[in-house]
């Protein structure tokens, strides 16, 4: 038997970005569904849907209405609510107490963070921070723009605070984050998720299982046929 083909994947996504999770977990599905026969080494990438939120963040219906001219749909929520469970995530609140308003806030920290830890911790560590922000955003509810928070989380997960602190107050690395965001301009990347397979082959917006194991497999067939 061969050994599996290894891929590398990477998605540039929002904290804030419900479909970015779900895009994830149906491709966590696609490749469980592929294990012996296709791997992939994944990392994540900045891009902001909100980069001008002030700290104090806004209120979800507040900025539906600013930004799309309509408040959140019911229907339209609830359909998703029910996309996320069928791909594996609650996407609800799950935390104790009474249901804090919904909120959203900058991300810029948030993806210095990850972008440290890619680079000091690997791909693993930051694919795990990146889950976890998800978890403190859409069910806990918790400001993901404050670095009080950020650093929880990132402990929560094996990450070291020290460490995390200091990439946090890096000004250096804000201007990678920067850097990177203008790349994903350049390659023309205006919504999120957006997942580059082997650095060539672009997947726009949150698939479906069925469809992320197709593209993995053609993209495989692809590069046997160059070789």
């Given at each position: 038997m061969s050994a599996p083909v290894r891929l590398t994947i990477d998605i540039w996504s929002d904290v804030m970005c419900p479909w970015c999770v779900i895009g994830y977990k149906q491709l966590e599905k696609a490749l469980d569904s592929l294990k012996g026969e296709i791997e992939?080494?994944?990392?994540?990438?900045?891009?902001?849907?909100?980069?001008?939120?002030?700290?104090?963040?806004e209120e979800m219906a507040a900025h539906m209405l600013r930004k799309y001219g309509r408040a959140p749909d019911a229907a339209s929520t609830g359909q998703m609510v029910a996309m996320a469970e069928e791909a594996g995530y609650a996407m609800r609140y799950l935390g104790e107490g009474e249901e804090p308003e919904r909120r959203l806030w900058n991300t810029f920290l948030a993806h210095k963070l990850l972008r440290w830890t890619l680079a000091e911790h690997g791909a693993?560590?930051?694919t795990r921070l990146k889950l976890a922000l998800f978890d403190a955003h859409f069910q806990q509810r918790r400001k993901v723009s404050d670095p009080a928070v950020l650093l929880d989380v990132?402990?929560?997960?094996?990450?070291?605070?020290?460490?995390?602190e200091a990439?946090?107050?890096?000004?250096?690395?804000?201007s990678t984050v920067r850097v990177e965001?203008?790349?994903a301009m350049a390659m023309e990347?205006?919504?999120?998720p957006a997942m580059l397979i082997n650095?060539?082959?672009?997947?726009?917006?949150?698939?479906?299982?069925?469809?992320y194991a197709n593209v993995l497999r053609r993209v495989v067939e692809r590069i046997g046929g160059e070789q």
């Open positions: 992939a080494d994944i990392s994540w990438h900045p891009f902001e849907l909100n980069p001008d939120m002030p700290p104090e963040g693993e560590a930051q990132a402990q929560s997960v094996g990450i070291d605070r020290t460490g995390a990439a946090l107050a890096d000004e250096e690395l804000g965001e203008r790349e990347i205006t919504a999120v650095r060539r082959y672009m997947v726009p917006g949150a698939q479906g299982v069925e469809t």
